[in-house]
Nanobody, 126 residues
Framework: QVQLVESGGGLVQAGGSLRLSCAAS????????MGWFRQAPGKEREFVAA????????PYADSVKGRFTISRDNAKNTVYLQMNSLKPEDTAVYYC???????????????????WGQGTQVTVSS
């Protein structure tokens, strides 16, 4: 199994930046696609970004494209989400997720991911 722990959330002003980290445990971390999702109160969990095991494919939601950057360091078993130019509408709990092992692609669908972290709160004030 894979355990995921997010960190780096907090309260920032609009236009500011945060860098989220997701520390993973498990022997097969490096072969898995990883994703970031977010969920605001009363809303469904939505896709933010994903990254393949090699880091070569990084799809983004249109709402964050150009502002957020996903990356991973397999040697450290960690995936990151750099968030710049934050907006109040980015306020949500952010979750990292691990996809099925031994895949060469990523998905945007929440249901595709096998493992989830507990989330970290990001609040952007105006």
């Amino acid at each position: 199994q894979v355990q995921l722990v997010e960190s780096g959330g907090g309260l920032v002003q609009a236009g500011g930046s945060l860098r989220l980290s997701c520390a993973a445990s498990g022997r097969t971390f490096s072969s898995r696609a990883m994703g970031w999702f977010r969920q605001a109160p009363g809303k469904e969990r939505e896709f933010v970004a994903a990254i393949t095991w090699s880091g070569g494919t990084t799809p983004y939601a249109d709402s964050v494209k150009g502002r957020f950057t996903i990356s991973r360091d397999n040697a450290k078993n960690t995936v990151y989400l750099q968030m710049n130019s934050l907006k109040p509408e980015d306020t949500a709990v952010y979750y990292c997720a691990a996809g099925p092992g031994a895949t060469f692609f990523s998905r945007r669908d929440v249901s595709w991911y096998e493992y989830w972290g507990q989330g970290t709160q990001v609040t952007v004030s105006s």
